[in-house]
């Protein structure tokens, strides 16, 4: 049977980036993207599907006869916070459409993205354990800590092959983040591209963890290629790239724009961070599937500049 996949969330930071690298594995015709909206010069198959309505993804699951989805539709940490009830509605009901679409249309296997934000202060901020105690102060980190538990119960309950990672903050060229508490370290790459001064909403000296687009991506694909007896963890693994404080990210960006300059005024999004790890354990993801990542701060800052000053050039040109 072919593989065919339905990513919802498609237009997001990480789902534009995805389903390009989906359609480069299985082929376009064999991909299905979908969100509320449709995404100008978007190549390849596209639906709209608004994840609250089961009906919608069932209707799609048909009518292309998927085999996979990747849900990664879900309102993050800071956007989350301004309207918490609407949000857990929201975090839930789609992962509970997508869960019971799947369950009942028999889908071979589910990426449920989950994240640092189910930590809380009952886990240690080092190297966080992934059996770490689970106390989110976010209601995205609360949707996400039961998000886990849901996605155990349907593998034990149900036998449905769901797999998790808990993302850090993402970081790519591709796309912006939207809503987030690590969306810092997107757009201070933007701002030292385009010559301006970067105001950060986070103190200099917040560690938090981070990986770079093309780490989490492989990651991702490598969860999912991976033999089912492998897959131990049926929450979520922990996975981490890189751990750096904004002071330590502008230091690298100085070192090739040294005019650069960044100034800090914290926000309630210090509040969400200081409840973070600063730097994670993903020993169970390395021993269980071979995870590796290969960009450290400075490889990362390299590529991150390269990539946005090719696009700007382009678009101002
Ligand atoms: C956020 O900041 O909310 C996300 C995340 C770490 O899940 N980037």
């Keep these: ?24 594995k ?8 979908s969100d509320l909206r449709t995404k100008e010069g978007f190549n390849g198959l596209f639906e709209i599907i608004d994840a609250t309505q089961f ?15 990747y849900h990664l539709a879900a309102i993050l940490s800071a956007k989350g916070e301004e309207n918490p009830l609407q949000t857990w509605d929201i975090n839930m009901k789609t992962m509970f459409n997508v869960f019971e679409v799947s369950r009942l249309n028999n889908i071979e296997k589910v990426f449920y993205p989950s994240s640092i934000a189910v930590f809380g202060d009952g886990a240690d901020k080092d190297l966080t354990p992934n059996d770490a105690y689970l106390d989110p102060a976010t209601v995205y980190g609360i949707s996400k ?5 849901w996605s155990q119960y349907y593998f034990l309950r149900y036998g449905l092959d769901i797999r998790s990672i808990r993302y850090p903050g993402v970081i790519g060229y ?33 560690t938090l963890p981070m990986i770079y687009m093309d780490d989490v991506i492989r990651a991702t694909l490598e969860l999912m290629d991976a033999p089912k007896e492998s897959i131990k963890t049926r929450t979520s693994y922990n996975l981490t ?38 730097s994670i354990d993903d ?3 390395r021993e269980e599937w071979g995870w590796q990542p290969k960009f450290n701060l400075k490889a990362m800052t390299e590529t991150m500049i390269k990539e946005l000053k090719a696009y700007y050039i382009t678009d101002l040109v």
């Design 55 to 69: 009906d919608r993804i069932q209707e799609i699951v048909k009518t292309y006869k998927i085999t996979q989805i």
């Design 283 to 285: 020993s169970a993801a």
């Design 26 to 33: 299985f082929g376009i015709n064999n991909v299905i993207a």
């Design 174 to 206: 591709q796309s912006l983040p939207g809503g987030g508490t690590t969306d810092y370290a997107v757009d201070i790459y933007h701002k030292a591209v385009l010559g301006e001064s970067f105001n950060c909403f986070l103190s200099e000296d917040t």
């Design 1 to 24: 049977m072919d593989t065919v996949i339905l990513v919802i969330g498609a237009n997001g930071q990480l789902g534009s980036v995805l389903v390009k690298s989906l359609q480069d």
């Design 145 to 149: 800590a039961s998000g886990e538990n």
């Design 241 to 278: 790239g890189v751990s750096f404080s904004p002071a330590e990210i502008t230091s690298e960006i100085q070192n090739i724009y040294p005019d650069f300059k960044v100034s800090y005024k914290p926000d309630f999004r210090q509040k969400i961070a200081n409840k973070w790890p600063k």
